[in-house]
Structures are given as structure tokens and as C-alpha cells.
């Protein structure tokens, strides 16, 4: 089945520094790649995600980026600020279209 | 005010007794989701359902059991079976229909604690 490795598992940035967040998957017919971020004691919110068939996007100061061939995919956060701290999740599609999550990176951000 | 609900926000229960978390949502979304999150690991799902009166296991079903009378709504009842229920519990929609983005949304969740 499909295995989703995540690094770093904590992450400790200046504040208006880039956090880059990397995840790698197992299964070659997986073809979503959602981003979370989930702030203590909530649930997670949906901040990004992208195709099998789109190499990068980018929303404001997030981007994602997928190379399939080597079967990563990594998120990125420009110009951090305090609200940015919080535990980021990747997940990848299963041959089943479910979600497998990665283990999540705690990501602070310091004034 | 669309979403998803769940509650009780915060539950405490006696090794021995069943405990029923909710989950409603009021989005029509045809797939719903459990998962269990516990410290310093991603989500793990125990069951979900992508269609009234039907349910599937996920990969941690054992001490769980489910229903899903009703499309919005699908509670998950942790029973006596489960050895280490203690962790946060979410629940996640998804709409199955043509146009779908296959994004799961969550609800806010609900910690169980065993006492």
C-alpha cells in the first residue's frame, strides 16, 4: 500500500524566512497531493494541493511543488510570519483513492 | 453555517464502557471519514462510508463500529475492544459527484480520553 514519509518532523524559522516541508510517496498510481495545516486542538484545513498532471502551484506565499519521477513533493512557505506556526500534513491518494498521511511537521516561527 | 460538527468537543470514559462520538454535516457530501490522530503521528483512518447503509474498514478498524443511516450523519461508537482509545478523533467529508476535487474537509474533531 501506499507509504507517505515526512521531513522535517519540526521545523524553527525566522520570521520572513522560507520553510520548505518535504514529502515522498510509494505508490506510482497515486495522483492528489493535498496539504494541511492544523492549529492545536483543531481540525485540519485544506491549504494547498495538486495533480499527478501539474508540476507546481502556488497560492500567495505557498507553493507546492511534484516530480513525479522521483516521487516527492514539497511544500513551500515564503516570507513567514507568527501565523504561519502551526503542524503541516501531506497526504497522498492510495490505489483506492483514500488518503495516506504523512507523520506531520511542527513548524514555529520566531518574531 | 456550512460545515462539518462534531461533539462532544471533549469526552471522558471508564475502561470498560462504549463511547459514541457524532459527526454531522450539512455539506450533501456522499463520503465520510474517521480518522484517528494520535502525538507525533499523521492520521490514521479507521472507517468511512461513501454511500448510505454502507461502510468500509479502514487500515485501524478493530474496537470501532460504525453506522450510516443518514447521509450527513456518521457516528462512530468506541467500544470496550479498543485497547488504547485515548488519542483525537476526526471526521472528514468528501463530495463523490462529478466536478469533485477530492478534497476532504474536516470537522474540529473531539478528544477522548480514557480514565
Known amino acids: 500500500g501506499e507509504n507517505v514519509e515526512q521531513h522535517p518532523s519540526t521545523l524553527s524559522v525566522q520570521e520572513g524566512d522560507s520553510a520548505v516541508i518535504k514529502c515522498t510517496y510509494s505508490?506510482?498510481?497515486?495522483?492528489?497531493f493535498p496539504w494541511y495545516k492544523q492549529e492545536l486542538g483543531k481540525g485540519p484545513q485544506l491549504i494547498i494541493d495538486?495533480?499527478?498532471?501539474?508540476g507546481e502551484k502556488k497560492d500567495q506565499r505557498i507553493a507546492v511543488t511534484l516530480n513525479k519521477t522521483a516521487k516527492h513533493f514539497s511544500l513551500h512557505i515564503t516570507e513567514t510570519q507568527p501565523e504561519d506556526s502551526a503542524v503541516y500534513f501531506c497526504?497522498?491518494?492510495?490505489?483506492?483513492?483514500?488518503?495516506?498521511f504523512g507523520a506531520g511537521t511542527q513548524v514555529v516561527v520566531t518574531p | 453555517d456550512g460545515g462539518i460538527t462534531q461533539s462532544p468537543k471533549y469526552l471522558f470514559r471508564k475502561e470498560g464502557q462504549n463511547v459514541t462520538l457524532s459527526c454531522e454535516q450539512n455539506?450533501?457530501?456522499?463520503?465520510m471519514y474517521w480518522y484517528r490522530q494520535d502525538p507525533g503521528q499523521g492520521l490514521r483512518l479507521i472507517y468511512y462510508?461513501?454511500?448510505?447503509?454502507?461502510?468500509q474498514k479502514g487500515d485501524i478498524a478493530e474496537g470501532y463500529s460504525v453506522s450510516r443511516e443518514k447521509k450527513e450523519s456518521f457516528p462512530l461508537t468506541v467500544t470496550s475492544a479498543q485497547k488504547n482509545p485515548t488519542a483525537f478523533y476526526l471526521c472528514?467529508?468528501?463530495?463523490?459527484?462529478?466536478?469533485?476535487?477530492?478534497?476532504?474537509?474536516f470537522g474540529p474533531g473531539t478528544r477522548l480520553t480514557v480514565l
Open positions: 472528514a467529508s468528501m463530495d463523490l459527484g462529478r466536478g469533485s476535487t477530492d478534497t476532504q474537509y
Open positions: 495538486i495533480r499527478s498532471n501539474v
Open positions: 505508490d506510482s498510481a497515486s495522483n492528489y
Open positions: 455539506l450533501n457530501h456522499d463520503a
Open positions: 497526504a497522498a491518494t492510495d490505489s483506492w483513492g483514500k488518503l495516506q
Open positions: 462510508s461513501q454511500i448510505v447503509n454502507d461502510f
